[in-house]
C-alpha cells in the first residue's frame, strides 16, 4: 500500500486498543514477557511490546507503558524507585533505537517531545509514563511534563503526512458506547467488542465442549473484560445472570449462565464510582447524564420490546431515541470525542417474522433516534454513518423516486 503508519494512545502503547493495530495475542494482558503463562513460552509466543518492536515500519508511536519495555534492572528515568517489567533482560527502547539510527527519536518528557522537528523526523517514539499517561485534570502537575492527546495527534500528522501514498493513524482516547434494541450480546453488538468463532456463543452454557477445553470465553463475559466501555444499554440480562438468578421483572425466569457467575455484579465491582446499572424505565430515567461516567442498562432478558408493543411493558423501557439522546450526552463529556455504535435490532426481527407492521414501526423509531443524533452534534466534528448489514425480505423495487408512497403504484 506504501502509506505511513502511527499510533498514538493515552494509555499503555501496548494496551488491548492500540495493541490490536500490529500484535496477534489470544490474551490482552500479554503485555511484557513475565506476563506470559508457561504454555505460552512453550510455544514461543511473543509478548506485546516484543511485537511492537519487531515493526520497525511503524513510524510514530507515542503514549505511556514504559516499564513494558524495560528490564527489571532498568530504573524508570522520571520515577527513580521505578523499575521496568521485563524479565528476559532486554531493553526495547534500545532496541527500538538500534533499528532507527537516522533521522528518529525517542522521547520520554514533554520537553523532548517539544524539541523533535516534525519536518526532519520520520520516525518517532514516545513513551511518557511508566503505565497509563495521566488524566488531562492531572496533566499539568506532572513531575516530567507530558504532551496532550491534541499535541501528539497534530505531531504525528505532521510527521506522516509527508508520505505522499497518505497514511494510517490510530488515536486512541475517546470515550465508547453501544446501544441496541436487541441483546447486546447478540451479532450486531458483539462485533464491537467480542471475539468468537460462532455469534451464538453468548454465555457460558453456549460454548461447546471443544471451547470450553481451549478456556474460549463467551460473549457476555467478553463484554465485561472491557470496562473501558463506558454506556452499553439493550437487551439480554439472561445472557449475564446464572441459572439460580430470578429475573427482576418476570420471577418465573431465570439467568442461563452456568459457571454461577453474576456478571451484572461483577460489572458493579468494577464500577463504583458516578456509574449507574438499570433495567426499567424508571431507572433509566432517574439516571442523570451530567454526573455519570458509566451507565450499564439490560431492559429484558432477550430483545427489548418492539417499539408497537414498548408501551404495553410491565416495567417500562426505554425507546432507541432516548437510549441514544442518554448515551451521547454521557460520552459527549470526553474532550477527545466519542464513538457510538447504536442498532436498532429489531427492524431485522419484523422482517424474520414477516410482520410488517412492527419491522415499519421499529424503521420509524430509528429514523427519531438518527435526527436525535443529528440534533445533539456538530456535522463539522462527527461522523454520522446510517447503514443496514443486510438486505431482508421486504424489498422497495422498480426505482421509486424518494418520497414515493411505499404502498403505492410505481409509475412506468
Not at 187 to 193: L, N
Request: charged share 25%.
Amino acid at each position: 500500500m506504501g502509506k505511513s503508519t502511527g499510533i498514538v494512545s493515552t494509555a499503555r502503547i501496548t494496551h488491548a486498543t492500540p495493541a490490536c493495530t500490529y500484535a496477534h495475542v489470544p490474551d490482552r494482558d500479554w503485555e511484557n514477557n513475565k506476563d506470559l503463562p508457561v504454555e505460552a513460552v512453550a510455544n514461543n509466543c511473543t509478548d506485546i511490546a516484543a511485537q511492537l518492536i519487531a515493526h520497525p515500519e511503524i513510524q510514530v508511536v507515542l503514549g505511556g507503558g514504559r516499564q513494558e519495555f524495560l528490564p527489571l534492572t532498568e530504573r524508570d528515568p522520571e520515577y527513580p524507585l521505578g523499575f521496568g517489567q521485563r524479565t528476559d533482560g532486554r531493553n526495547l527502547i534500545e532496541e527500538w533505537q538500534t533499528k532507527h539510527t537516522d533521522n528518529a527519536a525517542y522521547v520520554w518528557n514533554q520537553q523532548q517531545f517539544n524539541d523533535v522537528d516534525p519536518e526532519s523526523t520520520e520516525y518517532l517514539f514516545g513513551l511518557f509514563e511508566p503505565s497509563h499517561m495521566q488524566y488531562e485534570s492531572n496533566r499539568q502537575t506532572d513531575s516530567a511534563g507530558e504532551p496532550s492527546i491534541a499535541e501528539m495527534t497534530e505531531k504525528a500528522i505532521r510527521i506522516l503526512r509527508k508520505n505522499p501514498n497518505g497514511f494510517f493513524l490510530a488515536i486512541e482516547g475517546k470515550s465508547t458506547g453501544i446501544v441496541s434494541t436487541a441483546r447486546i450480546t447478540h451479532a450486531t453488538p458483539a462485533c464491537t467488542y467480542a471475539h468468537v468463532p460462532d455469534r451464538d456463543w453468548e454465555n457460558n452454557k453456549d460454548l461447546p465442549v471443544e471451547a470450553v477445553a481451549n478456556n474460549c470465553t463467551d460473549i457476555a463475559a467478553q463484554l465485561i473484560a472491557h470496562p473501558e466501555i463506558q454506556v452499553v444499554l439493550g437487551g439480554g440480562r439472561q445472557e449475564f445472570l446464572p441459572l439460580t438468578e430470578r429475573d427482576p421483572e418476570y420471577p418465573l425466569g431465570f439467568g442461563q449462565r452456568t459457571d454461577g457467575r453474576n456478571l451484572i455484579e461483577e460489572w458493579q465491582t468494577k464500577h463504583t464510582d458516578n456509574a449507574a446499572y438499570v433495567w426499567n424505565q424508571q431507572q433509566f430515567n432517574d439516571v442523570d447524564p451530567e454526573s455519570t461516567e458509566y451507565l450499564f442498562g439490560l431492559f429484558e432478558p432477550s430483545h427489548m420490546q418492539y417499539e408497537s408493543n414498548r408501551q404495553t411493558d410491565s416495567a417500562g423501557e426505554p425507546s432507541i431515541a432516548e437510549m441514544t439522546e442518554k448515551a451521547i450526552r454521557i460520552l459527549r463529556k470526553n474532550p477527545n470525542g466519542f464513538f457510538l455504535a447504536i442498532e436498532a435490532g429489531r427492524i431485522d426481527h419484523g422482517h424474520h417474522d414477516s410482520v410488517a407492521y412492527n419491522s415499519l414501526h421499529d424503521t420509524v423509531a430509528m429514523d427519531t433516534a438518527v435526527q436525535v443524533a443529528m440534533d445533539m452534534t456538530d456535522s463539522s466534528d462527527t461522523l454520522i454513518i446510517v447503514t443496514a448489514d443486510h438486505s431482508h425480505t421486504f424489498t422497495f423495487a422498480g426505482y421509486p423516486e424518494r418520497g414515493h408512497d411505499i404502498f403505492g403504484m410505481q409509475k412506468a
